[in-house]
């Protein structure tokens, strides 16, 4: 699928700058690195070299290499597919990996800017509304109706995502054919984001159907496992407080009610984990909680179905966590065998682009919570006083600086035709005889 990316172009140029220092600093690790691999003199130095980059190596490869050797504006984007909160909800997160936002730095240890917006869809009624990044990872405060689109994919291809490099962000800017266009919160963020000077490029986008079915990525059954065990949780902390008073009445034994709570506090324990902590870092929380309460010899009706749970739930996040570390394995060991996959056939995508698209799924699974990727209510206090700082300042300081370079702009050409017409007038100016 095809979508369009909107960048202010006075980033432009900074970035093709930046792209010379980022290829200086990327061929020298490299001929660094080599030479440090054939000064060793046996297999035992060559694997302490391995151990000592640890797995660092191959994300720098692969980033120093995109970042380096692509357009100043190259990028892939992918969509993940979510459940919602509530139920017939679904959400898609859209991320857009870019060669972008460098400008400030000439290191090559991130993937330039790895942004994302948030759509989700009323499966009974059709509709949708959509979350932005305003700033550094912080969603909109309030999401935007998307009335008149059939679908996610229909939105995509008819509104435009504009990049924000200064702020880390990325918006999905409606047509103006839309009425939601002309509110004035829409038409403050048009003029901030760049109306009279940018770029748009067309870029391909991996929908949540070539991820899920062709390269077997299910993040949705991984997250649904997680909503699904909170479900549980919350509805037999209501089955607890019925069994304490059946307990009053001796019907439920003393240490079946204390087992139960305990069972319960753990849980609620794993869920801070699951919403809180990336997939990498949850894995062996979850593995260990299922072993334990598989192994303890009480056994009551509530274990059972926590356990079936749990289950599920180690079950999709390894999973997830195996089939990122064989994309992005496969992408450089068997890289034509990669590239030619049914998930990207039909879109033109460099074979760099492709390796930053692995690259990029495993580091989301290493660097982002459940919360952070698609589900900004979940935040923790921290992550909601930023989402509220950045609500209320970034749109008025970048109206506050757009202001200024608009100002700047007008008395330079005032400036301009000043000093022409001046030097005009002492050219046509009679002599005096």
């Not at 060793?40 to 302490?48: I, N, T, V, Y």
């Not at 390894?318 to 992408?331: M, Q």
Request: hydrophobic content about 40%; overall charge positive.
């Amino acid at each position: 699928m095809k979508a369009r990316l909107k960048v202010d172009s006075q980033w432009l140029e900074l970035e093709k700058k930046s792209m010379a220092k980022m290829r200086q600093a990327y061929e020298r690790w490299q001929s660094e690195t080599l030479q440090r691999a054939k000064d060793a003199k046996d297999l035992r130095s060559l694997r302490e070299l391995f151990y000592e980059m640890g797995d660092r190596w191959e994300w720098d490869q692969a980033t120093g290499s995109w970042l380096s050797k692509t357009s100043e504006i190259e990028m892939v984007g992918l969509v993940l597919r979510m459940p919602g909160l509530d139920e017939n909800k679904e959400r898609f997160v859209i991320y857009l990996v870019m060669a972008y936002s460098k400008g400030v730095t000439s290191a090559f240890d991130h993937l330039g800017d790895k942004e994302r917006i948030i759509i989700e869809q009323d499966l009974r009624q059709g509709s949708l509304r959509v979350w932005s990044t305003t700033g550094h990872g912080a969603m909109d405060l309030f999401p935007t109706e998307l009335r008149g689109f059939e679908s996610v994919n229909n939105s995509l291809q008819s509104c435009i995502l504009v990049a924000q490099p200064g702020d880390h962000a990325l918006r999905l800017e409606l047509p103006k054919s839309s009425d939601e266009y002309w509110t004035l919160g829409q038409r403050l963020w048009s003029i901030v984001t760049g109306e009279t000077s940018f770029s748009t490029r067309r870029f391909n986008l991996l929908d949540a159907e070539g991820i899920e079915e062709k390269l077997e990525f299910r993040f949705y059954r991984y997250a649904k496992a997680v909503i699904d065990l909170e479900h549980l949780w919350k509805r037999l902390q209501g089955t607890i407080l019925g069994a304490a008073r059946e307990a009053v009445l001796d019907r439920v034994p003393d240490h079946i009610e204390t087992y139960n709570r305990h069972v319960l506090r753990r849980i609620e324990g794993l869920l801070h984990v699951l919403w809180f902590r990336p997939p990498y870092r949850q894995i062996d929380v979850a593995k260990r909680l299922y072993s334990q309460l598989s192994s303890e010899s009480v056994a009551t009706e509530m274990k059972h179905e926590v356990l079936a749970a749990l289950d599920q739930l180690v079950r999709s996040l390894t999973d997830v966590i195996e089939k990122a570390k064989y994309i992005k394995w496969k992408s450089v060991i068997d890289r034509k065998s990669f590239g030619n996959s049914e998930a990207f056939r039909g879109l033109e995508i460099s074979d760099m682009a492709k390796e930053a698209f692995a690259a990029a799924l495993d580091d989301i699974l290493k660097e982002h919570t459940l919360a952070y990727i698609g589900y900004p209510e979940r935040a923790t206090m921290k992550g909601k006083v930023t989402r509220v700082v950045f609500g209320l300042l970034v749109l008025p300081t970048r109206l506050m600086v757009t202001g200024i370079k608009h100002f700047r702009q007008a008395a330079a050409r005032l400036r301009h035709d000043i000093s022409r017409r001046l030097v005009k007038t002492s050219v046509t100016s009679p002599q005096p005889e």
